[in-house]
């Protein structure tokens, strides 16, 4: 018998919802302070500032604006997770609205409300079937909004790279979807059962073609935590140093490392 097709994570609106708009609140409430010094440090995104970041997380957030604003696709054609692997085409024309975005948002806590008071209107006013059209494809406005959590997620971990002592938290909601979402698409990129990632407390998947695992323990497995599992899938931290201390990983289909990162 062919194995049964694995049935696609669905994700709560209401609480999908809420963790975008938390965590949001926390990048608001966490750069609230920064100073013009802290603004202009360097991040781990290539020439970007700390200013340049923040600007883009409001981009992010304003991505739902703006796919509002186009009419609705005919019909869904995409997945949610095809959405990671078509992030990087765009990579360019994302950069320089980053910057165009900063330096127009001399104030940029000013520029956060304002994007947050009207997500908290669109969302309040559309329903979550309503079809967007994504670089992924044509996806539900719940859908996509999960995409919006990793965004966050994402970026929130880099402010906090580039800033010492800022410590913004992660929405435990917005946390457990990046993850989920990031570990469904290695399952896409290697589908199969002979390996089995773990990063509790969010998510287990089997992949990597070979023999499947049926009972007991399996022979591959590789276990982390989800922030760890974050910065692997979006290349912040590449497999070979993290392998070891932050990721533990036994059997010889349990390297990673070629699958990685899903998205940059």
């Not at 018998?1 to 965590?23: F, G, N």
């Amino acid at each position: 018998m062919p194995p049964a097709k694995k049935r696609a994570r669905s994700y709560d609106p209401v609480r999908t919802r809420a963790a975008v708009l938390a965590q949001f609140g926390s990048v608001r409430e966490g750069v609230r302070g920064l100073t013009a010094e802290q603004g202009a440090l360097p991040t781990r995104l290539g020439d970007w500032t700390v200013r340049e970041l923040v600007a883009h997380i409001g981009m992010a957030v304003t991505a739902v604006h703006r796919a509002l604003d186009r009419p609705a696709p005919p019909r869904q054609d995409a997945r949610v997770t095809d959405w990671p692997f078509a992030t990087s085409g765009s990579s360019a024309a994302i950069a320089a609205f980053t910057r165009d975005l900063a330096a127009e948002h001399p104030d940029l806590d000013a520029y956060l409300a304002e994007v947050e008071q009207s997500l908290r209107a669109l969302l309040g006013a559309t329903p979550g079937g309503r079809l967007l059209e994504t670089d992924a494809g044509a996806l539900p406005l719940d859908d996509y909004l999960v995409t919006r959590a990793v965004e966050l997620v994402v970026h929130t971990d880099d402010l906090n790279a580039a800033v010492p002592g800022l410590d913004v938290p992660h929405d435990r909601q917005a946390l457990a979807a990046a993850t989920r979402l990031l570990a469904d698409a290695l399952a896409v990129r290697a589908p199969g059962g002979s390996t089995e990632v773990r990063i509790p407390p969010f998510a287990v998947v089997q992949c990597v073609e070979g023999p499947r695992h049926t009972r007991g323990t399996p022979p591959n497995v590789v276990e982390t935590d989800p922030l760890t599992w974050i910065r692997l899938a979006t290349g912040r931290t590449q497999w070979a140093e993290a392998v070891g201390t932050a990721v533990r990983a036994s059997g010889e289909r349990a390297d990673l490392g070629p699958l990685l990162p899903l998205m940059a």
